[in-house]
Antibody, heavy 121, light 107 residues
């Protein structure tokens, strides 16, 4: 059974860097697919942040691209998110998720439970 | 970015009702359309992928249809556990984008 678990600080100060890690169990991130991050501000909709391919290539949301870095550690089977220069607008639940790719199919099939990150001084 | 618009934003329905939610894309996305169900305090759960394929373990009362720019999610007979928010999402191009969500409430 594939499971994803986010971890990281729940409170980040404005202008600092938000750092989260997603530990993956039951599946190797070096195998196939993309591994990425999606966020949801309180009471609002879902926003795709970006993803990293098992080969190491990345795709980012252009609205966040200048501030986002997604990286992976295949030896420890986890991937990470860094979002720099955060503001209150970055307050959200952050989900890590497997992005499943197959012929004619691109979907987010497995989600972590999510972690709430608040940006406040 | 491709804009995804769901309608309605919310609806009230009774157990046993047939419910239909529509999702429209601002440009053609072929069949790269997914549907998710989200309950309060929980992560979204994949229901339908590639417009009409039922994810393993999802009850058959859920179905999806459409292609191009217009898609529908249908719940054939609403059950108590189906009261939730439903999101559509396109995956034809980066950035992947979601609809604003449709909240299904108890009448």
């Amino acid at each position: 059974q594939v499971q994803l678990q986010e971890s990281g600080p729940g409170l980040v100060k404005p202008s600092e860097t938000l750092s989260l890690t997603c530990a993956v169990s039951g599946f190797s991130i070096s195998n196939v697919h993309y591994w990425g991050w999606i966020r949801q501000p309180p009471g609002k909709g879902l926003e795709w942040i970006g993803a990293i391919h098992h080969s190491g290539s990345t795709n980012y949301n252009p609205s966040l691209k200048s501030r986002v870095t997604i990286s992976g550690d295949t030896s420890k089977n986890y991937f990470s998110l860094k979002l720099s220069s955060v503001t209150a607008a970055d307050t959200a639940i952050y989900y890590c998720a497997r992005h499943y790719y197959d012929s004619g199919t691109r979907t987010v099939d497995i989600w972590g439970q999510g972690t709430m990150v608040t940006v406040s001084s | 970015d491709i804009q995804m618009t769901q309608s309605p934003s919310s609806l009230s329905a009774s157990v046993g009702d047939r419910v239909t939610i529509t999702c429209r894309a601002s440009q053609s996305i072929s069949r790269y359309l997914n549907w998710y169900q989200q309950k309060p305090g929980k992560a979204p759960k994949l229901l339908i992928y590639a417009a009409s394929n039922l994810q393993s373990g999802v009850p058959s009362r859920f179905s999806g249809s459409g292609s191009g720019t217009e898609f529908t999610l249908t719940i054939a007979s609403l059950q108590p556990e189906d009261f939730a928010t439903y999101h559509c999402q396109q995956s034809v191009s980066v950035p992947w984008t979601f609809g604003q969500g449709t909240k299904v409430e108890i009448k």
